[in-house]
């Protein structure tokens, strides 16, 4: 009877957080919606009430309402990479490949942002000699965009981001990504993965997130059966550390 009743209560206690997590998204979506809804709108009603005869800013006003289309894009892009992923209709498209080159193939495709704030991506010292691991490369390359976007957000004028990658067991790898930037303060660290989850020093750096980056992470790492995790001190710098398979034959 006692451990019916603690069940019962463990699964209201389930249905509850459940709710409150559908209205925190409902209530996260409609916002993440209407900063750039009402920045268009603005900017259009602007220019059909007569700014677009003004040479002074036609093309500015025509260049902040293209910025908050993309802004919308990229969150459209990030909710269907969402739901599917969390559909649990991820298709995984797993082979070998030496987790080096892939992550020195994302340093070089963010290189203009990260030349733009003078940080230097790297790949740790002592961890050059080629690990291959088993996994889907192409998903693992949104990953470590997402990461290292992040390390560069989030980075200090002039800072460092390495990667390092270290075989465990002898059937996995791990891999990490440290930068030493601004951090995360402890209180935030327990649900940095969820969506839409953004603290107010991010939010003050980067008004175009949305806060999906990481649950993204997080889904794609789950899907491979492994784990991510984050350890950061403020104002010291953030390790963003993940599992994969090594390589299989
Ligand atoms: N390397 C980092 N250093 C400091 N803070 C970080 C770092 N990575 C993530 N964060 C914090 O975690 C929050 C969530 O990160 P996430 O990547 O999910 O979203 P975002 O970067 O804000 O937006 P998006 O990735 O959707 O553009 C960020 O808003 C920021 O506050
Ligand atoms: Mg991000």
């Known amino acids: 009877m006692e451990a019916w009743a603690e069940e019962n ?3 209201i206690e389930l249905l509850r957080r459940n709710e409150q997590f559908r209205r925190e998204f409902l209530q996260n979506l409609s916002h993440e919606f209407k900063t750039p809804v009402f920045a268009i709108q603005g900017y259009v009603d602007t220019l059909l009430a007569g700014a677009l005869a ?14 908050n289309v993309d802004r919308l894009t990229h969150l459209l892009n990030d909710l269907d990479e969402i739901s599917s992923l969390e559909r649990g209709e991820l298709t995984l498209y797993k082979t070998n490949f030496v987790i080096q080159e892939l992550v020195k193939d994302v340093f070089e495709s963010l290189s203009i942002k990260a030349d733009a704030n ?3 991506c790297s790949i740790k010292k002592g961890c050059e000699s080629p690990l291959t691991v088993f996994a889907d490369k192409e998903k693992l390359r949104q990953v470590f965009t997402n990461l290292i976007e992040n390390s560069i957000k989030y980075g200090k004028q ?9 075989k465990t067991d002898g059937k996995h790898i791990l891999i990490e990504i440290t930068d030493d930037g601004i951090g995360i303060n402890e209180r935030h660290l ?4 969820e ?3 953004r603290t107010d020093e991010g939010r003050s750096i980067d008004v175009s997130g949305s806060g999906l980056g990481l649950s993204i992470c997080k889904h794609i790492i789950e899907a491979h059966g492994q784990t991510i ?10 390790t963003v550390g993940f599992t994969l398979d090594a390589r299989k034959d």
């Open 195 to 197: 969506r839409f989850y």
């Open 229 to 238: 995790h984050v350890r950061s001190t403020e104002a010291v710098g953030t």
């Open 118 to 120: 003078h940080i230097h």
């Open 9 to 11: 209560k463990q699964e």
């Open 54 to 67: 003004n040479p002074d800013v036609n093309k500015r006003f025509l260049e902040k309402t293209a910025k």
């Open 158 to 166: 002039g800072g460092h981001i390495t990667s390092s990658m270290y």
């Open 190 to 193: 327990p649900r940095l993965f």
